[in-house]
């Protein structure tokens, strides 16, 4: 009778302070999707961090990886994510456009996921992210992949006209500029494409295109490269301020520790580059003026679109994505 008295006393006290009791000892489990193919290198690098995070959040915190595009669309994870469909995704801003222009911003960071968290980037991409799209921007897991334009049309200049790339919205301003066709197309269908001759190329990061077999249908890489991909982890907003505070800080150091193994992706470009060559993908290089100018075309093309799309945010986040010496 004593021991019921107490328990029940203890309950008493613990909802009266605005707690449940089970929550005390309660584990949550997410759910997460991926944008890109699970046999892909960002999903495969995903799933296992989130083996470690399980390993490492019983009873706190679990992370349930439903799948790639085949659960979930490409194009429509941003809005599972926006309306809490699923909890958390990895994807690139270029794929949720349709929830927020602004996302597409992310390609134009200069400055290194550490570093934007301590010159206040980090926080004004979330601030940005938790009022237009109810996301909290948890961190980036992709660095260090710059862009480049692949074709099967070889040219001696940055020109692009008469040529039909295939796109998203990352390279759509910077492509027509060239006098590019553009065309979108999800990654799945790419192959295809290329191999019916409904694109002559397509805009991609240095790595990932053996994934997706794409060397097969490649002759050339334009260089140098532009922008850096942006992979990055996003969550419900609602959601993740449904977590407790512990479970809400596990999950962040979790992020910040796969955040530390970005140095990964140089090594990778380097691989990848080397690795393109030995496929028969041949290098087009202009000269240092020419490479200089098409670099800086890009850049001038994107904030342009981005001031012209959404100024104030174009204006917040420029200072902050650039380096300290521009």
């Known amino acids: 009778m004593q021991r019921r008295l107490m328990i029940q006393t203890t309950a008493a006290l613990a909802l009266s302070a605005g707690l449940a009791v089970p929550a005390l000892a309660q584990e949550t489990t997410l759910r997460l999707v991926s944008a890109f193919a699970e046999n892909g290198i960002y ?10 995070v399980n390993a490492e959040g019983k009873g706190v915190l679990q992370i349930n ?9 490409t194009f429509e994870v941003g809005n599972a994510v926006k309306t809490g469909v699923v909890d958390m995704a990895m994807s690139t801003g270029a794929f949720y456009t349709n929830v927020m222009p602004e996302a597409d911003f992310l390609k134009l960071t200069e400055v290194p996921i550490a570093q934007q968290r301590k010159n206040g980037a980090f926080d004004a991409i979330n601030k940005v992210w938790n009022e237009k799209a109810n996301m909290q921007y948890l961190g980036r897991m ?30 759509r301003d910077f492509f027509q500029a060239l006098g590019a066709n553009v065309v979108t197309t999800a990654p799945g269908e790419v192959y295809t494409a290329l191999e019916r001759g409904v694109v002559d190329g397509y805009g991609w990061p240095i790595g990932g295109i053996f994934d997706l077999n794409w ?8 260089d140098p490269g532009f922008y850096d991909a942006e992979v990055s982890l996003i969550m419900n907003l609602p959601a993740y301020r449904r977590l407790t505070p512990a479970q809400r800080d596990f999950l962040n150091k979790q992020v ?24 028969g993908i041949q290098a087009i290089k202009f000269d240092a003026a020419a490479s200089k100018a098409f670099r800086d075309k890009a850049y001038e093309v994107a904030w342009a679109g981005a001031e012209k799309q959404s100024p104030e945010v ?4 420029k200072p902050l994505f650039a380096p300290a010496a521009k």
Request: proline share 6%; glycine share 4%.
């Open 65 to 73: 990886f439903i799948g790639g595009p085949k659960a979930i669309p």
């Open 256 to 279: 910040l520790a796969l955040e530390a193994q970005n140095d990964f992706w140089e090594k990778y470009k380097a691989e990848e580059t080397a690795r393109q060559e030995k496929a």
């Open 142 to 171: 992709v660095e260090n992949q710059p862009f480049h334009i692949y074709t099967n049309k070889k040219v001696d200049k940055p020109d692009l006209s008469g040529q039909k790339i295939r796109i998203t919205p990352v390279y």
């Open 314 to 317: 174009a204006k917040r986040f």
């Open 215 to 222: 060397q097969e249908k490649t002759k050339y890489r334009i």
């Open 43 to 52: 999903a495969q690098r995903l799933q296992e961090w989130v083996k470690k």
